[in-house]
């Protein structure tokens, strides 16, 4: 695989393809003042046979050749390995008008999609969801919401498209569930924690897996736990008990909860610990008193000497020392200020104001305390945080939110280093909004402060509190360990119960995992049938309100600039032994570069070998129909021209494996007891993986990764991890197939070169890129040289395929749309209106060999609409041409 930069001209017309190296070519008229962008809509019912229609690589009807199986790391139908190429069904888009249904299932079909997972069913009531409008209760089902489930569920059986059902995800429990009725002070999510350790919790949602599992499709006659076209079970999405603690979740559960998981943690501690006074001996050892200050003008004698109060973009903030002091430290003899912050403006995002002090020494492990007094005139919760004073600016222990109100508070917080960090800053930031105040006064950072069991806790009465997430730094390391293998083993017995309710009970068929590693751990995950994952790219962030429609930004950035982005994140999660997916997947919108999501998912995937992907999401709840013609939000794919134009050679990618598996695999051991401990230091969301035992990020783009589990070997053929090979800037798959190159700043490119998948993604304007018999020089465009170009092998000849699909997709947007910012991030609530407009990329392809081309432009149904003349010169694509893709024939 080769690239050579040679130009950076602009084409005088669209994009040269030269398909022919001698005499056979094809040249396009230069057209001038072509637009920048045209309307592209791909039809949300079109199933026409056509170039781009892969229906016919599914077997049909899905489940024919038997149940769904996890064995040797993979997923199997009968003898045959089976990868899984598949969308989201969100709330009630999984439920559509049974007319729809059909047109829907055969429209998932043509662009390759072999599985649709039913996400959020269980969230609203119909008809916005599964469960039955006007109940009190949230178990109880809709039966025109089943009806219509049914009736989808058998129309993509048909078309060999399989079902991953999800049990619980959005689910409000209330108290007319038979739950306390302190469960409504949760929000949504949150009401699911008490799932993990309440017997009531956990019945309720056995009842509803009953109820849905085993409910009689009408349509077939089958039941859900005995469809071999439902190939997956999960039982609970973005959810674990050490994920919520890490949280803080755990933390502000109502007393009734609290107090029956304190009952279990004392019941745990005396079952380890017969007597208070040998608990007190072994949570003993490693405490340590506080040392010398290490913060400079902690009190604010000296004014702000040593502090820096850090404004971005347009914030505008001042601070000055006051004599405004709590009572508690008026009364001692040391001169004392408090440092008062004035917000004047706040900035575009919550950091862009902070008070920081830089140049602090940590060292990994150790115990460190930071304390501090603080309000402000209006109630407002603050961050506070110990990062690494520079890029990546790591978090380093410490992550955690103070609430400040009108009156003087003291706050404390201990936690263990994660890492040796010769400048480390303390920051607190989020401080207000325009016109607010806050105050700061006797600041201290020291190392220290860590203590066993204090002189009036016992067991009497099931006294000894659950540790508090901000506060489990006070304890040693033998008591924190003591926490979280309580806390491990406590989630442990909620998967293993609704394991083997589902599948000795109900009968479940189909393999089933728990929920996503990054929400709980390798090690607990691996107990159950197979291992999930979910990433995004720059997803929404909310400043404000969470998801305030018209307060929002997705940053909008290209991933081939980052080393591996999302990809490496993923592939340290992978559990050797057992099969891998990833069930959410997206680049949201208005993210200018999404097209180059999947594409690069499917592509590293294949390398890693793993067993499905899945987009998030093909569609949410439809309430205005189906025919939008544009860009709806965020997430859904289903009316995103450039997404859902590359979803046929992401589905290539992946499911015929276009790219090879790497020939290596880094493998390293992670036991029970190695989570146990790095949970410590653990945040949520992210947890424990092989990155945490010495395998780094970019051997993703290189080898397979994985993890040994606990009690598993290491495979003979394992590869220990080696750093030396991941440095430099530019990561060659050990196939040669694939090239991540991020050697030019701001100004990456990823290639892709196999016999039957080849692609050039992100900034190739200006480059030459020899992709075998290919070689693609793409034009500058829109976004300084930024666009994904993909060649496809339509037939299964590998040695010369003759048949090619190529897309060549850009910039997209609505039309209408109203972009808030030059840097395109946010556009609230304008999305616009159909139809969807998207550019016309410019590139250059020449084939070597003198091999005669055909070229045809396809319209938006995949069909051939124009030959393009053959003529000597070459071929021009891009606004001309009104597409986004072409077919390409070999003679």
């Known amino acids: 695989m080769g690239c050579m930069a040679c130009f950076r001209g602009q084409f005088t017309i669209a994009v040269f393809i030269l398909l022919a190296a001698g005499s056979f070519s094809f040249t396009a008229t230069a057209q001038t003042n072509a637009p920048a962008t045209f309307p592209f809509v791909l039809p949300w019912d079109d199933a026409s046979p056509g170039v781009t229609d892969l229906s016919s690589w599914l077997h049909k009807p899905a489940g024919s050749k038997g149940f769904v199986t996890a064995r040797d790391g993979h997923f199997y139908v009968g003898k045959e390995r089976i990868r899984f190429f598949g969308v989201n069904m969100s709330m009630a888009a999984g439920m559509p008008e049974k007319a729809d249904a059909e047109k829907i299932a055969a429209r998932m079909a043509k662009f390759g999609i072999n599985v649709v997972r039913f996400h959020h069913m269980d969230t609203g009531t119909w008809p916005n969801g599964l469960r039955a409008r006007g109940s009190k209760s949230t178990g109880e089902l809709s039966p025109e919401a089943l009806d219509r489930l049914d009736y989808f569920i058998v129309q993509l059986k048909a078309r060999g498209i399989y079902a991953n059902i999800n049990l619980l995800v959005g689910r409000p429990f209330n108290a007319a569930d038979g739950l306390p009725a302190e469960i409504e002070q949760l929000d949504w999510k949150e009401r699911h924690i008490p799932g993990f350790f309440n017997t009531r919790h956990l019945a309720l949602q056995q009842e509803f897996a009953r109820a849905l599992l085993t409910h009689t499709n009408t349509y077939n006659g089958r039941t859900y736990a005995d469809e071999p076209a439902v190939a997956f079970v999960e039982i609970n999405n973005e959810q674990g008990l050490i994920h919520a603690w890490l949280s803080g979740e755990v933390d502000r559960l109502p007393e009734v909860f609290q107090a029956e998981l304190r009952q279990q943690w004392n019941t745990w501690l005396r079952a380890k610990h017969p007597d208070v006074s040998r608990l007190r001996d072994a949570w003993s050892e490693g405490a340590e008193p506080l040392q010398a200050e290490l913060l400079a003008n902690p009190m604010f004698t000296n004014q702000t000497t040593g502090w820096v109060l850090e404004r971005h973009a347009d914030a505008a903030a001042e601070i000055t020392t006051s004599d405004d002091l709590p009572d508690a430290l008026r009364t001692t003899s040391i001169a004392r200020k408090s440092a008062q912050i004035i917000i004047k403006h706040p900035g575009q995002a919550q950091w862009h104001v902070q008070l920081l002090q830089s140049g602090l ?531």
């Not at 997947?585 to 993210?591: R, T």
Request: charged letters at 25%.
């Open 361 to 891: 020494g940590l060292t990994q492990g150790q115990a460190y305390t930071v304390s501090f007094w603080a309000k402000a005139d209006v109630a407002r919760a603050i961050s506070v945080n110990v990062i690494q004073a520079h890029e990546p600016w790591q978090v380093l222990g410490l992550a955690v939110d103070a609430a400040l109100d009108p009156q003087w508070r003291e706050f404390r917080f201990v936690f263990n280093a994660s890492d040796t960090a010769p400048n480390a800053r303390l920051g607190f930031s989020n401080l207000g909004v325009a016109g607010a105040k806050v105050w700061f006064a006797d600041m201290s950072f020291r190392a220290g402060g860590v203590i066993g069991l204090r002189m009036d806790e016992s067991f009497a009465g099931n006294g000894l509190p659950v540790f508090e997430r901000k506060s489990l730094g006070e304890r040693t390391a033998t008591a924190q360990r003591d926490w979280m293998r309580f806390l491990l083993e406590t989630e442990n017995r909620y998967w293993q119960a609704m394991n083997r309710f589902l599948k000795e009970e109900l009968k479940v068929r189909a393999p089933i995992a728990g929920t996503i590693v990054g929400c709980s751990t390798p090690n607990l995950m691996a107990k159950l049938d197979w291992v999930d994952t979910h990433a995004y790219w720059q997803h929404p962030h909310f400043s404000g309100r969470p998801w305030d429609q018209e307060n929002w930004i997705v940053e909008n950035k290209t991933m081939v600039n980052e080393r591996g982005g999302t990809v490496p994140g993923l592939a340290l999660k992978r559990v050797n032994g057992k099969p891998h997916a990833c069930t959410e997947y997206n680049h949201p919108a208005p993210n200018t570069y999404s097209s180059e999501g999947m594409l690069l998912l499917a592509a590293y995937a294949a390398l890693q070998d793993w067993d499905a992907i899945y987009a998030y999401t093909y569609s949410h709840t439809r309430n205005d129909g189906w025919d939008m013609r544009k860009i709806t939000g965020f997430f859904d794919i289903d009316q995103h021209p450039t997404k859902m134009t590359t979803l046929p050679a992401a589905a290539a990618l992946f499911l015929r494996g276009d790219v090879q598996p790497a020939k290596q695999c880094v493998t390293v051991a992670l036991t029970t007891e190695q989570e146990t401990d790095l949970l410590r230091t653990a945040r949520a969301w992210s947890l424990v993986d092989a990155g945490n035992v010495g395998v780094s990020r970019e051997a993703a783009l290189i080898h397979r990764v994985a993890i040994a589990a606990d009690g598993a070997k290491l495979p003979r053929e394992a590869v220990l991890p080696n750093r030396s090979a991941t440095t430099g800037d530019r990561f060659v798959s050990d196939t040669g197939e694939l090239v991540w190159d991020v050697r030019e700043q701001n100004r990456s490119v990823v290639t892709i070169n196999s016999t039957r998948s080849k692609a050039v993604i992100g900034f190739g304007g200006g480059k030459r890129f020899e992709l075998g018999e290919f070689t693609i020089e793409p034009a500058e465009g829109m976004q300084n040289g930024w666009s994904a170009i993909t060649l496809t092998a339509l037939d299964e000849n590998v040695k010369s395929p003759k048949r090619w699909l190529l897309t060549a997709t850009g910039y997209a947007e609505n039309t209408g749309m109203r972009w808030k910012n030059a840097e395109k991030s946010s556009v609230g609530r304008a999305w616009g209106q159909a139809p969807s407009r998207v550019e016309g990329v410019e590139a250059k392809l020449t084939v070597s060999g003198g091999k005669g081309v055909d070229c045809w432009v396809l319209d938006e149904q995949g069909q051939r609409r124009e030959k393009l003349t053959n003529e000597s010169g070459g071929i021009s694509i891009g606004p001309r041409w009104q597409t986004l893709w072409y077919e390409l024939e070999m003679r």
